[in-house]
T-cell receptor, first 116, second 111 residues
Framework: NAGVMQNPRHLVRRRGQEARLRCSPM?????VYWYRQLPEEGLKFMVY????????ESGMPKERFSAEFPKEGPSILRIQQVVRGDSAAYFC??????????????FGAGTRLSVL | SQELEQSPQSLIVQEGKNLTINCTSS?????LYWYKQKYGEGLIFLMM?????EEKSHEKITAKLDEKKQQSSLHITASQPSHAGIYLC???????????FGTGTRLQVTL
């Protein structure tokens, strides 16, 4: 059973470009979370999605950031018109549905975004 | 909002020594999760604690949640170089599913 897959592992963008980060959850996991780790800062929650639904986006910046988790395919975190402050490691975590999951989230290796 | 504070921030121990990392919450913990992160990699799930007084062990790592459910400790016995990394505690608040993470403890194990 493959773990949470994120790609690309490293992404370099120039200011003003778009960044698309992809996350394929573990098999059978229908819940996906995105977190951001800024340099010298802790890991911060961004958004929580279930298939085709955004459940909690309280950690998402109001502008330029969006996330989706379609019925088919990976979850996508999209950052439009990137700025240098967006440079960070972006982690995706997936979770089984239901109470038996005990809310355990399994993390991918992350995408490291560098904005030039 | 819930805040988690970890101590110490960093730790250097000699191989074979024991060590303890603490995680203190500003609010009651409904679930406390310990993860390990190696530089440039993702988080590896270690253990989850839910009940006050609960203690779990895996290999040489033991985690405890105090009775009042506001503090957890992670203890490593006879540390090895493979234990090096950043240890993070994470918590859920009430019914929310998202994790709030502590500040992290960077562990180095010297030979």
């Amino acid at each position: 059973n493959a773990g949470v897959m994120q790609n690309p592992r490293h992404l370099v963008r120039r200011r003003g470009q778009e960044a698309r980060l992809r996350c394929s959850p573990m098999k059978g996991h229908s819940h996906v979370y995105w977190y951001r780790q800024l340099p010298e800062e802790g890991l911060k929650f961004m958004v929580y999605l279930q298939k085709e639904n955004i459940i909690d986006e309280s950690g998402m910046p109001k502008e330029r950031f969006s996330a989706e988790f379609p019925k088919e395919g990976p979850s996508i975190l999209r950052i439009q018109q990137v700025v240098r402050g967006d440079s960070a490691a972006y982690f995706c975590a997936s979770q089984l549905p239901g109470h038996k999951a005990k809310n355990i989230q399994y993390f991918g290796a992350g995408t490291r975004l560098s904005v030039l | 909002s819930q805040e988690l504070e970890q101590s110490p921030q960093s730790l250097i121990v000699q191989e074979g020594k024991n060590l303890t990392i603490n995680c203190t919450s500003s609010k009651t913990l409904y679930g406390l999760y310990w993860y390990k992160q190696k530089y440039g990699e993702g988080l590896i799930f270690l253990m989850m604690l839910q009940k006050g007084g609960e203690e779990k062990s895996h290999e040489k790592i033991t985690a405890k949640l105090d009775e009042k459910k506001q503090q957890s400790s992670l203890h490593i016995t006879a540390s090895q170089p493979s234990h090096a990394g950043i240890y993070l505690c994470g918590a859920v608040t009430g019914t929310a599913s998202k994790l709030t993470f502590g500040t992290g403890t960077r562990l180095q194990v010297t030979l």
